[in-house]
C-alpha cells in the first residue's frame, strides 16, 4: 500500500481559495497526485467546516459511469445541492463527461457552487481553459514529488550525495515507490508514459506516427536543457531517415507540453528586455521518465540538474527564462511579481576554469537583482563578488 504524505504547499493554496467565487481547477502531469490532493483537501474541509455538503465524483470509478452526459451531471449534483450549508462541488478525472463545461459553466452561473476540478491534461489544456469556462477560473498546476517531498516519503533526515543520485533517477512519481525492485519501479514509470500519456495523446489528437511521437520524446530526453527548435529536430530526424517536417514536430512538441510531459522554456534578451523566438530549452516533468525510457546513457550530469532546478523554480510559482546577453547564456532568468533572480546552475565547480567560466555570464549583468549559482559544491552557502554560492540539495530542500 502506498504511503500518502501531505503536500502541504498544494493544500495551503487550496484552503487559501476556499470559498472564493472561482472554478478552481487543479493541472499537471498524469499520476502526479491531483487526485490525491482532492481527496486531502476533501477531509481538511470535513474537519474544518461545520455546516458542508461535499458533491464528489470521480469519473474514473464506474459508480458514477451514468452522468457521462454533461445534463446527467448537472442534474445529479442540483439534486444533490443542499440549503443553507457550503455546497462543494469535486469532480475527478472530468473529461469523461461529454461537452462537461456546459454543466461546471451552468452551475458556476448559479453563484451556489464551490467547484474544483481535474482532468487528464492532453483534454484540459491550459491554453483551452479560458475558452472552455465562461466564468472565472484558477489553474493550480501540480508537479511530481519534488527532492524534499521524496525526502519526507522515505523519512530521510539529511541529504547526501547518494540521496540526490537516487532521486535523478527514481524521480518524483510517487506510484514507483512502492516498488522495491528497481526494475519494477522502472517498468511502473514506463507504463506511465506509453499507457497513460502517450494514450492521451493518441486519443486527443488522432496521431497516427506513433513512433516519431516516440523518437521526438527519445530526442528531447536526450537533449533536456540544450536549446532546440522545430526546424533544428526536423533536420536531425530527416538526416536519420525520417519522413517529417518542421509543422508536424512543431505540433508533437505543443502535444507533449500539452500533456505536462515537457515543459517549454523561451530565451529572453536581459539587455533589450525582449522574448527570442529562434530557439527554446524543454525540460522533462520528470527526470524518471528519462532513466527508465533511455538509461544511463548520455548521463550529463550538469544538463540534469538544470533541469532539476527549472522544475523546483516551477513549483516555486516563478515564471522562467533562458537568459541572453550579449553572447553570453545564463540558465535562468527567475520572476515572481517584482522578483527577478539571475541563476547559473552547474555540476561541479571545484576547478577554478569551471567556476570562472559559469561566474562570467552573471558578473556580466549590470542590474542589482540577485545572482546566483547552483552546483553540486557540498559546502554551506559562500559569496563570490556579490554572487551566492549555494549547494543544490540546500537550495532544493529550502522551501
Known sequence: MMKIIERSTYLKRLIRLQGT???KIITGLRRSGKSELLRSYMQWLRKNVKSLNI???DFADLKYEGLKSYKSLYDY????YQTETLNVVMVDEVQFCKQFELAINSLYNSRK?????????AFLLSSDLSTLFTGRFIEIPIFPFSLSEYCTYYDFKRTDTQILQNYLVEGGLAGAYIYRDKEDQVSYIKDVY???IKRDLLDKYGIKEEALLDSLTDYLMDNVSNLTSASKISTFFKQNGYETNHITIGNYLKYLCSAYMFYKVKRYD???KKYLETSDKYYLSDLGFRYAILGSRNMDYGRAYENLVALE???RGYDIYVGKLYQKEIDFVAMKQSEKIYIQVSDNISEQITLARELAPLKSIKDSYPKILIANTGHEE??????????????MLKA
Request: no cysteine; glycine share 8%.
Open 21 to 23: 467565487p472561482d472554478i
Open 55 to 57: 458533491i464528489y465524483i
Open 77 to 80: 449534483i442540483e439534486e444533490a
Open 113 to 121: 457552487y464551490d467547484i474544483y476540478l481535474t482532468g487528464s491534461n
Open 194 to 196: 506509453q499507457s497513460v
Open 270 to 272: 536581459i539587455r533589450g
Open 313 to 315: 523554480l516551477m513549483r
Open 382 to 395: 559562500y559569496d563570490i563578488d556579490g554572487i551566492k554560492i549555494l549547494n543544490l540539495s540546500d537550495w
